[in-house]
Structure formats: C-alpha cells, structure tokens
C-alpha cells in the first residue's frame, strides 16, 4: 500500500504566488538562454515555476519579479514533465528577498480560501 502522508522536507514555508516573468538560464558550459516562465510558489530559498523547456538540474536561473519584488540567483534542483511544459523546483542559496504575502494579498488569498466575497469597508455618510 502507498504511502498517503508525503513527508515535507522543505525547510521553510512556501507562499503560493501567481506571476509570469522572464527568467536567465545558464547551463555547464555558460550558454545563457531566456524563457518565460510562471512563478508558482516562493519561499526565503526557494520557488517553483513552470517553463516551456526543460533544464537539466544544476542549471542556473536568474530571475527577478517586479510584482513581489524579489528575485535572485539559484540552481534548478528539480525538473519535472507538467502539463505543456515543465515543472522546476529551485534553490536559491543567498535568498529570494521574499518575506511572505502581506496586507491585502492575505484578504484576498483568504478570500480564495473561504469562497468569501471581496467586502471593502464602508463609511457611514456624514450628516450636514
């Protein structure tokens, strides 16, 4: 019988994000190659993306997310057939400059989690 509980090795907690951006790839021998790629989720060290290629592991990536303001250099450590492309899990050594979702993206990742509809807070008309 399969093992149902996956073992989490991550170190730290991930945060699930949604942007697209561009990204830098060099390989062994110093080819660089730029690729689209989604940004899926994102931690102090860590990120998973979708590409349209695959990357070998060890391949270096350079991105930078102007949305989150973060980005970095690290080294796929994983790359995996997805959909109609590729899943790559990434290791970034120095850090991401991530430090998890804030304000109003909490209201609304909240809001995806309940099903509650966005509610903006109303102020009472003053009387003259």
Same mark, same amino acid.
């Not at 796929?76 to 998890?100: A, D, H, M």
């Given at each position: $019988? ?16 949604? !942007?697209?951006? #561009? %990204?830098?790839?060099?390989? /062994? ?9 989604? +940004?899926?989720? %994102?931690?102090?060290? #860590? !990120?998973? $993306? @979708?590409?349209?290629?695959? +990357?070998?592991?060890?391949? @270096?990536?350079?991105? =930078?997310?102007?949305?989150?303001? %973060? ?6 450590? =994983?790359? /995996? *057939?997805?959909?109609?492309?590729? &899943? %790559? #899990?990434? &290791? ?13 993206? +909490?209201? @609304?990742? !909240?809001?995806?989690?309940? #099903? ?6 109303? @102020?009472?008309? *003053?009387? !003259?």
């Amino acid at each position: $019988m399969p093992n149902l509980l996956k073992h989490e090795r991550r170190r730290e907690p991930r945060d699930e994000v949604n !942007a697209s951006l #561009g %990204i830098l790839c060099t390989d /062994n021998e110093g080819r660089e190659t730029r690729l689209q790629a989604h +940004l899926v989720d %994102i931690s102090l060290r #860590g !990120a998973k $993306m @979708t590409v349209a290629q695959k +990357l070998p592991k060890s391949t @270096t990536v350079y991105f =930078y997310c102007q949305k989150y303001g %973060i980005g970095g250099r690290g080294s796929v450590r =994983y790359c /995996n *057939s997805y959909k109609q492309g590729y &899943e %790559i #899990g990434l &290791e970034f050594p120095s850090g991401t400059g991530w430090k998890g979702l804030q304000g109003s993206e +909490l209201l @609304t990742l !909240a809001e995806k989690v309940h #099903g509650a509809p966005s509610v903006e807070p109303q @102020t009472e008309p *003053s009387q !003259a």
